[in-house]
């Protein structure tokens, strides 16, 4: 990784959302939404599916309360947020094409895009720190290989080219404090939007974390997983404060094996996995849906919404602090001392929304 370190900054509370929001924005709040906001400490963001069926993009208190939502085509996955212009995206659950950008300070209508001829979003993607560019994880279904399509922010986010991710199946991505490298989870597997979600190479797969010039494409670093580990699919990563890099995984091999689900990585490093208990890891159920550090704290959160748990681990030693039990997990976030948790049937902490919140959960400002 890149020897500059990431602040220890905490995420963005009301009072600093409130200001970049700007009064036009929480103005137009329904009463309920401005009740929730102005007794929150912090604010984060969620894809969901309502009762009826149609899908939209959620801002929630700390407490679970929606403050407010904007409509989606489709259901979302993966979202990005920008401190810098106080845009947040929220990218198509793959094969989905659509990418909507939500601008929290009231200035510009919600805006839908769409990613480039013969390609489909993964999910995922991440803006670079002074909010101009918007990285996306993408998929060249022909040519079988992972691409990150590269958006200008200032420009009505036009695509103005791509990445290879020397990898296939990207996922998940970041980019470094200095916007000098992107990050990359390629979990190795082979899909075609002609066949749906299917997934067409579990025998053969070819997971890897890559380390990419964000100013040139270039590979810099790739890590492969080891033979034994190769149907362990590389999905989501994260950064802690001193700029190392944690990843999650979904293994897609036998039910009965318990490969390591979580590791991380610093730059000119070999992948390091993290040690947990037998119990941890089976409760884990072969599936983490996402992972988040809490730099603060110095802890890093799992989630698996199989097995219905979240850990706590702390960085520093590798040790579980927290575990708690809930029931279809989904998105996990860092919250004040600890970490946000959201579940599939709409709970939130010690609430529960009339949604199904999806399977990630954003705090803004991190």
Known sequence: MAAQAIARSAPLDRRRFLKMAGAAWAAGLAPGGAFALD??????????????????????????????????????????????????????????????????????????????????????????????LLYASENDFDANRGTVGIYAAADGYQRIGEFDTHGIGTHDMTVSPDGSMLVVANGGIETHPDFGRTKLNLDRMEPSLTLIDAATGTLIEKHGMPHALRQLSTRHVDMDASGRIWFACQYEGPRNDMPPLAGSFARGEPIRFLDLPETATRALANYVGAIAVNRPAGLVGLVSPKGGVSLSVEIATGRIVRRHIVRDAAGIAPAKDDFAVTSYAGRFGDRTEPVAFDQHLLRLGR
């Open 39 to 132: 007794r929150t400490d912090a604010v984060f963001a969620s894809g969901f599916m309502d009762a009826d069926g149609s899908f939209g993009l959620a801002t929630l208190a700390e407490d679970g309360r929606i403050i407010d939502r904007v409509g989606l085509p489709a259901r979302s996955h993966g979202m990005a947020y920008s401190a810098e212009t106080g845009h947040t995206v929220a990218f198509a659950r793959r094969p989905g094409t659509f990418a909507l950008i939500f601008d929290t300070r009231g200035r510009t209508a919600p805006q839908v895009i769409h990613c480039g001829e013969d390609r489909h979003f993964f999910g995922h993607g991440c803006f670079s720190p002074d909010g101009r």
